[in-house]
């Protein structure tokens, strides 16, 4: 399975960025999907995940701001996020919770980078 993450970039505090990502390959099922991030000398956080029953979490830092999302029938995962603070700025990973034959597996994208400017 791979999953190919999109839509990073710079922007000014205040501002929105939609991430992307899709997973690809032998694909059962998939439960959980989401996003971590993880900024410099700090540890991976969790930013928002998405259950197969549409049910999401957020991390504390992103309520309110941060919106996740998914398409069963694209295998994709979207995070929009609006109001954007410095504070932001992270490589942002997606995952995704996937079941074949047996047990559940995790798979993370590459990770894509979201400079948010002061």
């Known amino acids: 399975v791979q999953l190919q993450a999109s839509g990073g970039g710079l922007v000014q505090a205040g501002e929105s960025l939609r991430l992307s990502c899709v997973a690809s390959?032998?694909?059962?099922?998939?439960?959980?999907m989401g996003w971590y991030r993880q900024a410099p000398e700090k540890q991976r956080e969790l930013v928002a995940t998405?259950?197969?029953?549409?049910?999401?979490n957020y991390g504390d830092s992103v309520k309110g701001r941060f919106t996740v999302s998914r398409d069963n029938a694209k295998n994709a995962v979207y995070l929009q996020m609006n109001s954007l603070k410095p504070e932001d700025t992270a490589v942002y990973y997606c995952?995704?919770?996937?079941?074949?034959?047996?047990?559940?597996?995790?798979?993370w994208g590459r990770g894509t980078q979201v400079t948010v400017s002061s």
């Open positions: 995952y995704v919770v996937v079941r074949n034959v047996g047990p559940e597996t995790t798979y």
């Open positions: 390959g032998r694909i059962g099922s998939i439960n959980r």
């Open positions: 998405i259950t197969a029953g549409i049910s999401t």
